[in-house]
């Protein structure tokens, strides 16, 4: 049976509980950084998957008269909320990691060697619920979290071999630089995609001059000005413009605006909005791009 979203965020958050109860008994047990700092991501994990669920929750309502274009965004605002809650326990680790640097403790190496070990499978467990490939920026953002700490726990196993193997104990600090550096990493990168979306930036991979040209194309076409293309939820681009066109009727714009529609999907826009209309644009009109003279003699 397939799971849905949900489903599977209610599945990995109830296994990150038990995870994070069990690295913390694990990290004070053997005084691990490394054990505590990976007990550290999982508590934002579990605060992360809980996150997304509401947000996927509240996502899948319908638009109404206070929500136009539907609640695609709150999982947005969990997806920046969750990014924040990695950098800022990257942070932490790396304060502490700058302390045990300057004073390593001892540390008890086959607690932390057993305890890291059943947090991994833990954690590939729930990455393997959770799946891979996801289109919605809030279950990427969940997904990210249990990606980063499974690294997070091959590193404590990693610094815990080291240790036992050669007494090195800065290998513990150093772990925790490198699961800090793994989560911060993850962290930034939700935020700076999320925060585009919400500040109604171009998307990547849209070139807004390249579109205009390719509008222009169009013989029917004379000019199109006042283009703009954001995205309203992740890979939910939107599109308008203002098309300008020979002195006719509405009812003859009917294939010039099939046209364009099919050319736009084609680049996987699918909301959009076209204003005809028979005057030039303005000089200075958000990239507005004309036919040479030669162009508009031979339509």
């Known amino acids: 049976m ?28 053997s005084n691990s950084l490394a054990l505590l700092s ?12 809980g996150l997304s669920m509401i947000a996927a929750h509240i996502s899948r309502r ?22 924040l809650s990695l950098i800022a326990i990257a942070l932490f680790i790396f304060i502490e990691s700058y302390h045990r640097f300057l004073a390593p403790p001892e540390i008890n190496t086959p607690v932390m060697l057993t305890i890291a070990t059943g947090g991994l499978i833990g954690n590939i467990i729930m990455a393997l619920i959770l799946g891979h490939g996801h289109e919605d920026l809030n279950i990427k953002s969940a997904w990210l979290h249990v990606l980063g700490d499974t690294l997070s726990s091959v590193g404590v ?12 104990s800065y290998a513990d600090p150093a772990a925790g630089v490198i699961i800090g550096l793994i989560i911060v990493t993850g962290g930034l990168r939700v935020v700076r995609e999320a925060s585009g979306i919400f500040l109604e930036m171009v998307p990547r991979g849209f070139n807004v001059e390249a579109i205009a040209h390719k509008l222009c ?64 644009c303005e000089a200075n009109g958000l990239y507005c791009q004309m036919h040479s003279e030669e162009d508009l003699h031979n339509h």
């Open 217 to 280: 194309e169009f013989q029917e076409v004379m000019g199109v000005h006042d283009i703009h293309v954001w995205s309203l939820t992740h890979r939910r681009v939107a599109f308008t413009a203002h098309i300008w066109v020979h002195d006719q009727k509405l009812s003859e714009l009917g294939p010039l605006r099939k046209k364009i529609e099919d050319m736009l999907q084609d680049m996987k826009i699918h909301h959009i909005l076209l204003q005809f209309e028979c005057g030039e």
């Open 157 to 168: 196993i990693i610094s815990g071999v080291l240790i036992y193997f050669t007494g090195w």
């Open 38 to 49: 990976d007990a550290g991501h999982v508590l934002t994990d579990a605060f992360a998957l």
């Open 62 to 83: 319908p638009s109404d008269y206070r929500a136009t274009y539907g609640y695609q965004r709150f999982g947005l605002l969990a997806a920046i909320i969750n990014g």
């Open 2 to 29: 397939k799971l849905t979203p949900e489903k599977r965020l209610l599945a990995s958050f109830a296994i990150t509980l038990f995870i994070f109860l069990f690295e913390v008994a694990g990290g004070l047990l």
